[in-house]
Structure formats: structure tokens, C-alpha cells
């Protein structure tokens, strides 16, 4: 991989994080039940809100590994064991992210607004989808990474 084409991919992970931390802050804020409430309120009342930055963690530790694993094969190439460790740790966090995605879709089937309901569904099913579709190019990615390395010798693990 050329170096500029790892520094771009680093760029969009780096804006990628941004924008989901700012959406993240941003969205309570104008949810319709805190328009009028407090700073305090909004952040610190509400556990279900408290729940989705738990399960946050899990999405900016996989941007993070892709970050080094982007920097990492600009500078030795895409093909290393550490490549292959990454893919997997991406694949992990994402899995691990889906799982807090389904326990909020139960906390929004059993405490929800039945009005916010079928929003709140689709958004997490979005979510899983795209979660999904991460860790499901994240597995196919390292197994052929996986493959080439045993092909080539470089690793004698499988």
C-alpha cells in the first residue's frame, strides 16, 4: 500500500471518529423529551444514554486498530501477522458492539415510548447492519491476509 494511500485512510478513520463523537454529543441535545431540560439532565439522568457511550467504546477501539493497521501497512505493507491481529480485533469490537446494539433494542422494546419505538428499531437495526457488514469484511479480510502469509511462509501460525 503507498504511503499517501495509508495517510488518506488514516484522514477519513480520523474524521469518521469525529463525526460520530460529535453525533453522539450533539443528538440528545435536540431529542424531542430534552429540548427543555438541563445539561445535567440530559447527560447525567438518563441511563440509558449512559448505556450507549458503554457501548460506544467497543466502535472507537476498532477505529483506532484501523488507524494503526493503516499506518502500519503504508509503512511494512498490508501483509503481516499483526495485519492479520487487527482485522480480527476489528471484527471483535464490532461483534461486541452489535451485542450492545440488541441490548438496546430490548431497553427500547420494554421501556420505550411506544411512539419512539419503530425509530428507535430501525436505527438499531441500521446499526447491526452496518456492524455486521464490518465484521464480515473484517473476518474475509484477515483470512486472506491469514492465507497469503502461509502461502508466502511469513507465518507459520493458522
Avoid: H
Avoid at 503481516?80 to 480480527?88: F, H, I, K, Q, T
Wanted: charged content about 20%.
Amino acid at each position: 500500500m503507498k504511503r499517501s494511500t495509508a495517510v488518506l485512510l488514516q484522514g477519513v478513520t480520523v474524521l469518521v471518529g469525529l463525526g460520530v463523537l460529535a453525533f453522539l454529543l450533539w443528538e440528545p441535545q435536540v431529542e424531542g423529551r430534552n429540548v427543555r431540560a438541563t445539561t445535567f439532565e440530559i447527560y447525567f439522568k438518563d441511563p440509558f444514554l449512559a448505556y450507549v457511550y458503554v457501548g460506544s467504546i467497543p466502535f472507537f477501539v476498532a477505529l483506532y486498530r484501523a488507524f494503526a493497521l493503516f499506518g502500519r501497512a503504508g509503512r511494512e505493507g498490508a501483509f503481516s501477522p499483526a495485519s492479520v491481529e487487527a482485522l480480527r480485533a476489528i471484527r471483535r469490537c464490532a461483534l461486541l458492539v452489535m451485542a450492545f446494539v440488541a441490548g438496546a433494542m430490548v431497553i427500547i422494546l420494554l421501556q420505550g415510548d411506544p411512539e419512539d419505538r419503530p425509530a428507535g428499531m430501525f436505527m438499531c437495526l441500521l446499526a447491526a447492519l452496518g456492524m455486521g457488514g464490518l465484521a464480515t469484511a473484517a473476518a474475509v479480510f484477515a483470512r486472506k491476509v491469514q492465507d497469503a502469509l502461509t502461502r508466502s511462509g511469513g507465518d507459520r501460525r493458522r
